[in-house]
């Protein structure tokens, strides 16, 4: 199922949260152009060299795609980007704040001469507003959107282990190009969709802010734990392997007590009659559920919380995930070239149907003379081009 096929998307794209985009929009059947710096590339491609010589972060958001080298400050190469736009049904930028439109690719002035262009602008906090300018990494837009505030142990502090608000304005970006493509599918008319790291990352803290509205105390640091809903966290068994569990609702909780802990009795304890009383008196319930584990493997302890049943899982290293169980019986891992040879790539969630699209991670720049050429560059102008640094 490739839904968007016949749909170009040009990307002015660096790091993770318009490659992240874009993938996904190539990954339904999206012809995804990639413009690259001549010379080095998406500076992604350099983060790292784990996965066989290449980035990991960039072997996991540019399946799929194109690489066009193109330096658009260069008049030759201004031009001719303006001519792939001419054909293009998406654009979408994540340079630093108004160097788009610095260049002559700001929203306005590519829609006023293509009315039905799509344009998206990624961005660390958007424009207008006193952070436009300001340059934003994930760790800095975690801070700002007070995820450090509830994310760690205590008084330390910890980030996502993942670019959680790239991921996140990777993801409403998509979401936004896809709804605003239906729109002109009614219409014939384009939008400027204009994707912020910060709010993105904000509408997913729903719960802390509507939590501490108001004024109120903010959830605190709970590590691996939830910070408001107990038991749900990690218990140590008496092998000494974490196991998660999470009790949510009042009558898992007497399951809990009955079947686990042996303890039927503890569930009419008024100090642990709801979440909020067992959440308040945390401390005294973590000892007799830690007790209860420590008499346990961990595979004892995970079968027995099956037969409750409540929420449990294994604490997985990335090799565990690899060899996941489910993502085997699903299918969902397939393989996709890189420059450096093939390596596994997972499905695009939620598609089933059919095989996925799995064109290979592109060379830097190895489709620059063959989009040129589309363009009605002649291999003259094309090599004029390269031999200045332009492309």
């Not at 830690?290 to 294994?314: G, Q, Y």
């Not at 085997?328 to 420059?339: D, K, L, N, S």
Request: aromatic share 8%.
């Amino acid at each position: 199922m490739q839904p968007l096929r016949g749909v170009t998307v040009v990307s002015l794209e660096q790091a993770i949260a318009a490659p992240y985009a874009s993938r996904h929009l190539a990954d339904l059947g999206a012809r995804v152009i990639k413009v690259e710096r001549p010379g080095t590339g998406d500076f992604a491609r350099a983060y790292d060299s784990r996965t066989r010589g290449l980035s990991s972060h960039f072997v996991w958001v540019n399946r799929n795609k194109e690489s066009l080298t193109l330096d658009f400050k260069d008049p030759g190469g201004r031009d001719a980007l303006r001519r792939l736009l001419s054909g293009a049904d998406v654009f979408i930028q994540n340079l630093a704040p108004g160097a788009a439109a610095r260049a002559g690719f700001g929203a306005a002035e590519l829609r006023a001469a293509q009315p039905s262009l799509i344009v998206c602008d990624i961005s660390g906090y958007g424009s207008p507003g006193p952070y436009r300018t300001m340059k934003a990494y994930d760790l800095m837009v975690q801070s700002e959107a007070g995820l450090l505030s509830v994310t760690g142990d205590g008084e330390d502090m910890a980030k996502v282990g993942v670019s959680v608000s790239d991921i996140a304005a990777g993801m409403y970006a998509y979401s936004s190009v896809l709804a605003a493509l239906l729109e002109r599918g009614r219409t014939g008319d384009g939008t400027h969709i204009d994707v912020s790291m910060l709010e993105a990352t904000v509408e997913w803290m729903g719960f802390p802010l509507y939590y501490s509205y108001g004024g109120a105390e903010q959830p605190v640091r709970a590590g691996a734990a939830h910070a408001t809903i107990y038991p749900y966290g990690p218990f140590t068994a008496g092998d000494g392997k974490v196991v998660m569990m999470s009790i949510q609702n009042e009558r898992e909780w007497r399951g809990f007590c009955e079947s686990f802990l042996r303890q039927p009795g503890l569930a009419d304890r008024p100090e642990f009659a709801t979440n909020a009383d067992r959440n308040e008196h945390r401390d005294s319930l973590a000892a007799v559920i830690s007790n209860r584990f420590a008499e346990l493997t961990s595979t004892e302890a995970m079968d027995a919380l099956a037969a409750v049943p409540v929420a449990h899982a294994r604490v997985n290293s990335m090799a565990e995930v690899w060899d996941h169980p489910q993502l085997a019986a699903r299918g969902r891992w397939h393989e996709v070239g890189t420059p450096a040879g093939p390596v596994p790539s997972m499905a695009l969630p939620g598609m089933v149907a059919g095989e996925p699209r799995m064109d290979p991670v592109p060379e830097l720049g190895q489709h620059t003379r063959a989009i040129l050429g589309e363009l009605g560059l002649t291999a003259d102008d094309i090599d004029a081009l390269v031999a200045k640094g332009a492309a």
